[in-house]
């Protein structure tokens, strides 16, 4: 079973729509938790970390289910400047991303 | 914000050659650094943590004595891919945490290596 996984999508969503990811890691001593956001050919860039109660930036709102070793970012009235590959990263004693779920929309 | 800076974004090479590649934090100090590698349509897989003024560590599976990693500052760490193969052709990127080792990594612009 691999640390992090995600659905890889591609999910095509046209603008304005809602669209939501998971992820599950499976060491559950894993302290924290990320959401990452790659554009094509591009180095990662952090979208926002995730936090037990759950917290919302904009559009966006991650969620964490430690009992369950899932995690979940929501994108609202989605963009079309939003169409990035989305990576769930987890930290034990170092980071493991997982391999990312990517997004396309369309006008 | 903290900025950590990557040279060269693009290298082609031929196979047998070496190539360095520069990772600087350049507003913060950074005692540990990591380097990754991104295959096409892949994750990003930890090759190696960089570690100030000591060895670094690696990750299983990658050799040491080809991908050399040198932090000899708080700003500064290099990556050295020695004789290089096409199969090492990636994407390789370095990171740094700002505040501390759960926080959130920052990442080099990454260095796309080919090699012919």
């Known amino acids: 079973r691999k640390e992090v996984e995600q659905d890889p999508g591609p999910f095509n969503v046209p603008e304005g729509a809602t669209v939501a990811f998971n992820c599950t890691y499976s060491n559950s001593a894993s302290q924290s938790f990320f959401w990452y956001r790659q554009d094509c050919r591009k180095e990662p860039k952090l979208l926002m970390s995730?936090?037990?109660s759950g917290n919302e930036d904009g559009r966006f709102t991650a969620q964490l289910n430690r009992a369950s070793q899932y995690i979940s970012l929501l994108i609202r009235d989605s963009k079309l400047s939003d169409s990035a590959t989305y990576l769930c990263v987890v930290n034990t004693d170092k980071l493991i991303f997982g391999t990312g779920t990517r997004l396309q929309v369309f006008p | 914000g903290a900025v950590v800076s990557q040279h060269p974004s693009r290298v082609i090479c031929k196979s047998g050659t070496s190539v360095k590649i520069e990772c600087r934090s350049l507003?913060?100090?950074?005692?540990?650094m990591f380097w990754y590698r991104q295959f096409p349509k892949q994750s990003l897989m930890l090759m190696a943590t960089s570690n100030e003024g000591s060895k670094a560590t690696y990750e299983q599976g990658v050799e040491k004595d080809k991908f050399l990693i040198n932090h000899a500052s708080l700003t500064l760490s290099t990556l050295t891919v020695t004789s290089a193969h096409p199969e090492d052709s990636s994407f390789y990127i370095c990171s740094a945490p700002v505040r501390g080792n759960n926080s959130p990594l920052h990442f080099g612009n990454g260095t796309r290596l080919t090699v012919t």
């Open positions: 995730v936090y037990s």
């Open positions: 507003d913060f100090q950074a005692t540990t």
